[in-house]
């Protein structure tokens, strides 16, 4: 359905884009993105360390399990969307908001992000510098 028709249905769209459902697709998406890490590291990586997920209701943290390093990445919710810390320790406040096409995006500033660029931005450095 083309969703510039007056059939769509955003009142619904909006409730799903509301912090605390976002916040729980964030949190399933960035599970996803942890265990397709951990597959993807060689025999000897998964020796050495492996990443890990804590939850604790409005906040969770992606980690390197290793005894020597001790980055991470926080993800929580805020009363209009997400903030994220990078482990390099920047922060990001995102609010949520239906973009054009009826999909929940995060929203930075003026610019617009899909969710996967949201967990990409938070996780990358954690991800591939380890």
Known sequence: MDRDMPAFDWVTALDKCSPAKAFETLRLQVEADVEIRNKQMSEHGRMTHEFAMTSNGGK???????????????????????????????????SLTLNDKGRCVAKIGEKEYEFWRLRMMALADLFILS
């Not at 980690?63 to 922060?91: M, P, Q, W, Y």
């Open 60 to 94: 969770f943290t992606v980690f390197i399990d290793r005894s020597n390093d001790h980055r991470s990445a926080t993800f929580s919710l805020t009363e209009k969307g997400i903030k994220v810390v990078d482990c390099n320790g920047k922060e990001t406040d995102a």
